[in-house]
C-alpha cells in the first residue's frame, strides 16, 4: 500500500493488493473465501476491463461524465477503483448504497460505519448537501460521486441533460466524457394497439397468461403508488396461488425488501413503485410490465400550494425500466403514440416544481447570499425564488 501515489496508482497496482491473501484493512487478518468469490464476480463484470482507461481519465480530468447502460455496476465498481488512487492522502470517497464498515453509510436518522474508520463514504444526495454546511467537502472528500443522477433531485439538480450539456456546464478543459456498455441484451419492448382504461386488469392477465404458461424468469410489474402495489399483491395471491409475489417501495423495512432477492421455486413476482427503475437491481427478472405513471410533485408559487400528482413517466425512465429484464420482455400498457407524444423526454427537474424556501435557507447557510445569480443547471422561474424568500421573510 506504501507504493500508491496519487495520480498515478494503477490497475495493476490494485489488482495486485486485492489478489493479496492479507485483509486490505485490517493488519493481521485474512481474506475470506467469500471475498474471493466477490472478487471473481467483480473481475466478470463489463466495467472491470475498464479501469485502468478510467484511471486515467480520473487522474486527467477534475469531472467525469460517466453514462452506463444497465448491468455494467458503475455503482459498485467506480468507487473502489477510485479508493486506491486516493489512498496516500487517506481521504473519503463521496457516493452511494449502504454497506459494511470500511464502507459507512449515511441516511436521515440512520448511519453505520465509524466516520473515521470508513474510506467509501455512501450516503443520500440529503445527507451529502447538510456535510456540505458544516465541514469543508473539498478536504474532507477527494472525489464525490453523483449516482443516479437522472433522478433530478433537487439535491443533486444534474440529470435530463446531454453528455455534451454536462461538459459545457462543468468546463470542457477540465470535464470529459466516460462512456460503459452492459451486458447488451435484446430486449423485446411491446405497446398496447390502443389505450384501455382498464391497465391494472390487463397486467394482471398478463401475469397470469406468463405463470401458467410456464415461461422461464421472474416479472416486475410497476406502479404508480404504494396503494396499487398492496392491492395488487393481494389480488394476485388470491388468483395465483402458487407465485410468490412481493411488494417493493422505499420505505418497506429492509427486512421484507431482502425477500426480492431470494430465489424462489415457486416463479416470483414483484410489485414495485418507481424505486425498481434505477436504486435496486432484482436478479432473475425477465418479464417486466409498466404501467407509465408515476406520482409527481407538483408547485403552484401564486396559490402557495405544492401537490402530488399522477402523470406519465418520462421516455427516460420507461427506458430506464426495460433495462431493469435480461433479454426477454418488457411490455408498456400504453401506446407507442403515447410515448412519444404524452412523455416528456427527459425527467422534469424537481427544481422547477418545488418550494424553494428549505433550499434557499440551505443556500445560504453554505455562504451563499444572492440566491438569485446562483449557477443553477436549470435555474427555477424567478416567481419560485421570490415565494421562497418571501416565506422565509415571513417566518
Not at 170 to 180: R, V
Not at 314 to 334: D, H, I, M, V, W
Amino acid at each position: 500500500m506504501e507504493d500508491l501515489k496519487r495520480n498515478k496508482t494503477t490497475a495493476a497496482q490494485a489488482i495486485g493488493i486485492e489478489d493479496s491473501k492479507d485483509h486490505l484493512f485490517r493488519p493481521g487478518k485474512k481474506h475470506t473465501v467469500k471475498y474471493f468469490e466477490l472478487l471473481k464476480h467483480r473481475r466478470a463484470r463489463p466495467v472491470s476491463s475498464r479501469r485502468q482507461e478510467f484511471l486515467d481519465a480520473y487522474h486527467q480530468y477534475q469531472v467525469i461524465v460517466l453514462s452506463s447502460e444497465t448491468g455494467s455496476e458503475e455503482t459498485t465498481q467506480m468507487p473502489q477503483f477510485i479508493l486506491f488512487n486516493e489512498w496516500e492522502k487517506q481521504r473519503k470517497i463521496a457516493c452511494a448504497q449502504p454497506h459494511g464498515e470500511e464502507v459507512g453509510y449515511a441516511v436521515r436518522f440512520d448511519r453505520k460505519g465509524h466516520q473515521m474508520k470508513a474510506k467509501l463514504g455512501y450516503m443520500t444526495d440529503g445527507m451529502l448537501t447538510e456535510v456540505a454546511k458544516t465541514d469543508s467537502i473539498s478536504n474532507l472528500y477527494a472525489y464525490i460521486i453523483t449516482d443516479e443522477a437522472h433522478e433530478r433531485t433537487l439535491s443533486t439538480d444534474t440529470a435530463g441533460l446531454t453528455q455534451e450539456e454536462f461538459v459545457s456546464y462543468f468546463g470542457s478543459e477540465k470535464t470529459t466524457h466516460f462512456a460503459l456498455s452492459g451486458k447488451n441484451q435484446p430486449v423485446q419492448i411491446t405497446y398496447l394497439k390502443e389505450s384501455v382504461l382498464a391497465v391494472f386488469s390487463v397486467a394482471l392477465m398478463i401475469v397470469k397468461d406468463i405463470h401458467d404458461k410456464e415461461r422461464d424468469g421472474d416479472i416486475l410489474v410497476f406502479f404508480q403508488s404504494v396503494q396499487e402495489v398492496y392491492e395488487t399483491c393481494t389480488l394476485l395471491r388470491k388468483e395465483i396461488g402458487d407465485l410468490n409475489v412481493l411488494p417493493l417501495y422505499s420505505q418497506l423495512p429492509e427486512s421484507q425488501k431482502d425477500l426480492i432477492f431470494q430465489t424462489s421455486t415457486q416463479g416470483k413476482c414483484v410489485c414495485a413503485t418507481n424505486i425498481a427503475e434505477a436504486s435496486i437491481t432484482i436478479d432473475g427478472i425477465v418479464h417486466v410490465i409498466d404501467l407509465g405513471k408515476s406520482k409527481q410533485s407538483g408547485n403552484n408559487p401564486r396559490m402557495g400550494l405544492e401537490a402530488l400528482l399522477t402523470g406519465p413517466i418520462s421516455q427516460a425512465a420507461a427506458r430506464q425500466r426495460a433495462g431493469r429484464t435480461k433479454p426477454r420482455f418488457y411490455y408498456r400498457l400504453y401506446t407507442h403514440k403515447s410515448f412519444m407524444e404524452e412523455m416528456r423526454p427527459s425527467n422534469q427537474p424537481q427544481i422547477l416544481e418545488s418550494d424553494m424556501a428549505s433550499h434557499i435557507l440551505q443556500l445560504k447557510a453554505m455562504g451563499f447570499d444572492d440566491v438569485a445569480r446562483f449557477d443553477f443547471i436549470d435555474p427555477p422561474h424567478p416567481e419560485i425564488l421570490l415565494d421562497g424568500l418571501q416565506d422565509l421573510i415571513f417566518m
